[in-house]
């Protein structure tokens, strides 16, 4: 999904600044808007900023400098209770006290909802989430599992525009994880909610998002579909966070067009596509997937790009093997293949060559 211009934003983040101390900055500079109906996603490590953004959205942070706008309104002034956005927590935050109804049904009794249209509301936001038979039992009764549903549930009883989830999954076991994030994903794209979600998960990150925004020092580094930050990374940072990959330091020789030449600290010379490089004698660090490098002689592409290298390890993962060479000094570069009938198996020790396609090569900054 596309930027949209502030104008047409549903939510717009403009040059907004946060500072806890008055020196620091947590949040640099935001600028970032978000179309209705969006799952766009915060991703980065701890201390990028991606929380304290959603906090401002919600209302329990202010911002030090600039508007944050709602549907084209100013909200920085708003207490978050009168913003109609629906929050969802890594630790469910469900009043102990209340059954599983009456938790749901509290959002509804704050907003004056009628008592017969609030049980209607809740008994449709519990089959929502698969939770219908539930209604009548305590937090403390139920999973871990059926507690971040129930807390999905009551983000979502009074039919906000906008929910916020920050790490809501982030306690669950690997399995119920990816379970909740599809049924997420579902929920937000067939009701046409905008959601904001954070997270330091990239998987997670890139299997739910329309968009994801990837934060490092309180900057977005990148902003992009899934596909896009993993395929086409603009900074090193970017291609370091997100998903695995390989990295070699060099200096830029030559740069013509859509290709540039880097001299490799060993000494080798490769083509590559500079992306973050601007002149010779730069200094450099490439980057390339390990799906992207092929060992099977037959599968090399016409105008691949090879290189000499020993293999380290050679590890059988299921669906796929995962292999450990040195190349070019580099004693961690990795390459993933397939698990087909055809493909080489390697014994650590052997001396093989390998290649790839220069355009999947990256010349970013060092």
């Known amino acids: 999904m596309a930027g949209s211009s502030a104008n047409d934003a549903f939510v717009a983040f403009e040059r907004v600044q946060k500072s806890y101390d008055g020196e620091t900055l947590v949040v640099k500079d935001l600028n970032l808007t978000m179309p209705k109906g969006e799952f766009l996603t915060m991703l980065g490590p701890s201390g990028s900023g991606k929380t304290t953004c959603l906090m401002m959205l919600a209302g329990f942070e202010t911002a030090t400098h600039g508007e944050i706008l709602l549907d084209g309104k100013p909200i920085n002034n708003i207490p978050p209770h009168k913003r109609g956005i629906g929050m969802v927590f890594q630790n469910y935050a469900l009043f102990p006290h209340m059954t599983v109804a009456e938790n749901?049904?509290?959002?509804?009794?704050?907003?004056?909802?009628?008592?017969?249209?609030?049980?209607?509301?809740?008994?449709?936001?519990?089959?929502m989430v698969q939770m219908g038979k539930f209604g009548g039992r305590r937090p403390a009764q139920l999973s871990g599992?059926?507690?971040?549903?129930?807390?999905?549930?009551?983000?979502?009883?009074?039919?906000?525009?906008?929910?916020?989830?920050?790490?809501?999954?982030?306690?669950?076991?690997?399995?119920?994880?990816?379970?909740?994030?599809?049924?997420?994903t579902r929920l937000a794209h067939d009701l046409g909610i905008t959601t904001v979600y954070v997270t330091h998960d990239q998987t997670e990150a890139l299997t739910m998002s329309d968009r994801v925004a990837v934060f490092d020092d309180g900057r977005i580094q990148?902003?992009?579909?899934?596909?896009?930050?993993?395929?086409q990374p603009q900074n090193s940072f970017v291609a370091q966070f997100i998903g695995e990959n390989n990295t070699m330091e060099g200096v830029v020789q030559e740069i013509k067009g859509d290709t540039c030449i880097v001299k490799l600290d060993g000494g080798e010379v490769i083509d590559a596509?500079?992306?973050?490089?601007?002149?010779?004698?730069?200094?450099?660090?490439?980057?390339?997937?390990p799906?992207?490098?092929?060992?099977?002689?037959?599968?090399?592409?016409?105008g691949a790009h090879t290189l000499k290298a020993e293999v380290l390890e050679f590890i059988?993962?299921?669906?796929?093997?995962?292999?450990?060479?040195?190349?070019?000094?580099?004693?961690?570069?990795?390459?993933?293949?397939?698990?087909?009938?055809?493909?080489v198996r390697l014994k650590p020790?052997?001396?093989?060559?390998?290649?790839?396609?220069?355009?999947?090569?990256?010349?970013?900054d060092a």
């Open 104 to 127: 749901l049904s509290f959002p509804l009794e704050v907003r004056k909802v009628g008592k017969s249209e609030r049980e209607e509301k809740v008994k449709r936001a519990l089959d």
């Open 145 to 184: 599992g059926q507690q971040q549903r129930i807390a999905l549930a009551r983000a979502l009883v009074f039919e906000p525009e906008l929910v916020l989830m920050d790490e809501p999954l982030g306690a669950l076991d690997k399995q119920l994880r990816e379970t909740l994030q599809f049924e997420i």
């Open 222 to 231: 990148q902003l992009a579909s899934p596909d896009v930050l993993y395929e």
């Open 273 to 289: 596509k500079p992306v973050n490089v601007t002149k010779v004698g730069e200094r450099t660090r490439v980057s390339i997937r």
């Open 291 to 302: 799906e992207r490098v092929e060992f099977n002689k037959d599968r090399l592409q016409p």
């Open 316 to 343: 059988y993962m299921g669906d796929i093997f995962r292999t450990r060479l040195r190349v070019a000094g580099n004693e961690d570069f990795v390459v993933k293949t397939r698990n087909a009938p055809d493909q």
């Open 349 to 364: 020790g052997q001396q093989i060559e390998i290649g790839w396609l220069p355009e999947d090569c990256r010349a970013l």
